[in-house]
Every structure is written in C-alpha cells, then in structure tokens.
C-alpha cells in the first residue's frame, strides 16, 4: 500500500457532506439549495457552509433568482469542479485498485 496517495485525496472535496454535494451535482446540470438539502437531510446552515466553501474553492457556481416571486437558489459544478471531482474519483479508483488482493501495491 502506497500511503502517498491518501496524502493526494483533495481535502475540500474529501468531507463527507461536500463529497455528497459534489456526487448529486455531478449526475445534474443543476440542483436547487432546496433539492440537495432534502436529499441530503442537511440543515440550510449546514449546507450552505458546505456550499461556500465549495464555491470559494471554485467547484461550484451559485445562481440566485426569483421563480414566481419566490426566492429560487439553484448550484451546478463548474468545469473546474467538474474536472477536480472527476480527478478525485480516479485517485479513490487507484486507491481501491492497488489495495486488492494479488495487486503490486500488496505486501508479501
């Protein structure tokens, strides 16, 4: 086992509630704050925090805009979210890869 590449893991992507975040975003165009807050059973502080610092990094766009009067927030990855979340999963594949049984990465 290479320890190296758990070193590697993207640590803003890594946390379980961005991970979520970051996974429904990347099977839609777009999700609104309500969606993924119901899916994922977040508190809106909760999620909000997870959606700022997801936003600061520059995974995410945020749009805000009135549907029908109402307030209507709506998150989509940007193509740099998009490529660091697809470069994530390949790492978490390597990771899974050469820890299987017969793998180089496996002791003697």
Same mark, same amino acid.
């Given at each position: 086992?290479?320890?190296?590449?758990?070193?590697?893991?993207?640590?803003?992507?890594?946390? &379980?509630? =961005?991970?979520?975040?970051?996974?429904? *975003?990347?099977?839609?165009?777009?999700? !609104? $704050?309500?969606?993924?807050? #119901?899916?994922?059973?977040?508190?809106?502080?909760?999620?909000?925090?997870?959606?700022?610092?997801?936003?600061?990094?520059?995974?995410?766009?945020?749009?805000?805009?009135?549907? &029908?009067? =109402?307030?209507?927030?709506?998150?989509? *990855?940007?193509?740099?979210?998009?490529? !660091? $979340?697809?470069?994530?999963? #390949?790492?978490?594949?390597?990771?899974?890869?050469?820890?299987?049984?017969?793998?180089?990465?496996?002791?003697?």
């Amino acid at each position: 086992m290479n320890p190296d590449s758990y070193f590697q893991l993207n640590r803003t992507i890594h946390e &379980k509630g =961005r991970l979520a975040i970051m996974s429904l *975003l990347a099977g839609a165009n777009d999700l !609104s $704050f309500t969606e993924l807050r #119901n899916t994922l059973k977040m508190t809106d502080g909760n999620l909000s925090m997870h959606i700022r610092t997801l936003q600061q990094a520059g995974y995410l766009s945020v749009t805000k805009q009135y549907l &029908k009067r =109402r307030p209507l927030t709506t998150c989509s *990855l940007t193509s740099e979210g998009r490529a !660091s $979340f697809g470069q994530y999963i #390949n790492l978490l594949e390597k990771i899974v890869m050469d820890n299987r049984p017969g793998s180089s990465g496996e002791k003697d």
